[in-house]
Structure formats: C-alpha cells, structure tokens
C-alpha cells in the first residue's frame, strides 16, 4: 500500500458566485480518487491581494490525504478549475475558481510546473488564517511554524463567513 501524505490545498474564487464556486469545488476535493478528504477551514471574505479593481475573494483551505504524486494532484486541480470554466483575463486579476496545491507532507518541490511549499502563502493572510483554523501544528519547510508566521501576517480585511 502506498503511503498517504498529508497535503493542504488553497481555494479563492472572486467570478460568478463565489460562494457557491468554493463551496462546490470543496466537495469536489472530497470526492477525488485515491484520497481521502480530513477537513475544510470556513469560508473567508478578504479584499483582493494585487490589482485593486476587482471583486473581493472568498478564500477556505481543504486537508487531504492523499495517495497521488504531487503531479497527478496539480493534473486533478487545474482539472477541476477548467471544470469551473475557470477564466483568467490577466495576470493576479478576477477567476472563477484557482486551487494552490499548498503543502505535500513536507515535501520541497521546484520544479516547472510546481513550486511547494507555494512561494507566496507565508505572507497571505487568506492562507495562512483558514490553513491555522483547522490545524494548529503545521512546520512549513524551510520555513518557520505556521503560528509564528502568522504573528507577522496582519488579519487585514480578512473575515470569516
Ligand atoms: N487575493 C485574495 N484576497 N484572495 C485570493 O485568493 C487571491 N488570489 C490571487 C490574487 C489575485 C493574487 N489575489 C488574491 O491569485
């Protein structure tokens, strides 16, 4: 039996109902194969993080245990994104549906398809709040505990729904 790792995924959608994209593709990720869904943050409000003329977010994070390589979650993300129609008019603008394949057990990944831990989430707020909701006890790797980073990461206009 292969070993299941413990990996986190980020959803933020800020097109078409929202709410409803993220509550969907929640499901979506408890129903994938080969995995085993643990637990999902609330449902988060926050102002967008870039380019300011744009809807804000609805932001949660979902834990999995998972039997699929690092590639074959990233194949099932983006394949659920283009299941909701994902659209994406610009660089950091407005989509549907984006999922970050956060954390793989404590997995390092550079390549060109993906970078883990993602390169950003130790200073979003709509990450590193939800990731804390439901599990406390995170080490990033190469980086410090998830409960020190986010002593440097302000709440901002973060808001839980
Ligand atoms: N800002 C917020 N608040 N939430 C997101 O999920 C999000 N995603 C992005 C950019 C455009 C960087 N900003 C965001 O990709």
Redesign the pocket.
């Known amino acids: 039996m292969t070993a299941k790792i413990r990996c986190f995924i980020?959803?933020?959608?800020?097109l078409d109902d929202p709410v409803n994209q993220v509550t969907r593709a929640i499901n979506e990720l408890a129903s994938l194969e080969k995995s085993q869904f643990v637990q999902a943050s609330s449902l988060y409000?926050?102002?967008?993080?870039?380019?300011q003329d744009?809807p804000?977010?609805?932001?949660a994070v979902v834990e999995l245990n998972t039997e699929l390589t690092p590639l074959e979650l990233l194949d099932e993300l983006q394949a659920l994104e283009q299941k909701h129609q994902r659209v994406r008019e610009r660089?950091?603008?407005?989509?549907t549906l984006?999922l970050?394949l956060l954390l793989y057990g404590d997995k390092q990944i550079n390549s060109d398809r993906l970078t883990v831990p993602h390169a950003?989430m130790h200073e979003?707020?709509?990450?590193l709040y939800p990731l804390f909701e439901i599990s406390q006890d995170i080490e990033i790797p190469q980086d410090k505990l998830l409960s020190s980073l986010l002593v440097e990461c302000p709440l901002g206009?973060?808001t839980k729904i």
């Open positions: 980020g959803l933020g959608s800020n409000a926050s102002a967008p993080v870039g380019p744009q804000d977010f609805i932001n660089h950091w603008g407005p989509r984006d970050d950003f979003r707020s709509f990450v206009s973060l």
